[in-house]
């Protein structure tokens, strides 16, 4: 009698440049919409861990925020955060658009003047773009479509000797690794990156106010924050349009995940130039090291609410 083969579970980066579709490919290995996705750049600010399960092996995946020039604070430490994932992981994704390619170097692009021991696979990302005629996989490369799926499986083959021989870390019925709390902040983020124009969502962060896990419908007050008094007006929108489209947006994005309704409840107020200030980035999520302590920022004015649901 034979004994089982032994199961293996790693920690796998999944990085590259701002907008390489990262995100994508990470919703579609757990098969779930966990990482909110926009074709604007940058819309990934915090790792995001989705978990996928085989009979014999379990890739906890990390979609990291974009690996970029830093042009504030808020840049500064979503980088950190992204090279501080990358020094822990069993293998690095570096994902590529095909239709950008060649790769640039990996290193050179994370940062790190040292590189890091651990395998690193290139990966171009959106395939289905290029046509077939014009494509061919430059060896020791994986193309892959997170569109169609396709190249995924033969991706996922070829990590699985990568990671080391031990136990799951993680039930193998779960996607994910995150609070509930942070997809309801993400998936209104996500809404106003579709529902706004091109610049103020990068001057937009959300926070949970309130949580009633136990509540039918679930109860969420998500509160956005801006920078400047006069972002508040177009968040909101005339008549509270804006506002209610986002929340109305968001919310079927955690009804989905969920499987059940919820009730989410969105405000607006502002935090003075949040992305430079050292304290609101504590607040929010931020910290300057990425394993260092949270500090907490006085909050502003009482905001103005609009009841997603009515």
Known sequence: MTSASPTRAGHVALAGAPNAGKSSLLNRLVGAHLAIVSPKPQTTRVPIVGLVTTTDTQFVLHDLPGL???????HSRMLEAAREVLRHVDVILHLHPATDAPAPGFWSLAGLEVPLKVPVLTVYTKADLVPAERWVTPPGTFAVSSN???????????????LPIRAF??????????????FATEYVREAAFELLSDEL??????????????????????TLLVERDS??????????????AIGQHARARLEALLGEQVFLDCWVKVLHNWRRDAAA?????????????????SGPGRPNSIDSDS
């Open 201 to 222: 969502p990068y001057a937009l962060a959300a926070e949970v106010e309130e949580f009633r896990e136990h509540t039918r419908p679930m109860y969420i007050r998500v």
């Open 281 to 297: 980035l504590d607040r929010l999520g931020f910290p300057e090291k990425a394993s260092g302590a949270r500090r907490r920022a």
């Open 169 to 182: 870390e993680y039930d193998p019925e779960e996607i994910g690794t995150q609070p509930l709390r942070l």
């Open 231 to 244: 972002q508040k007006g177009i968040v909101i929108g005339k008549g509270g349009r804006t506002l209610k």
């Open 68 to 74: 970029l020039d830093p042009r504030y604070p808020l």
């Open 148 to 162: 169609t799926g396709d190249g995924v499986a033969p991706l996922l083959e070829a990590l699985r000797p990568l």
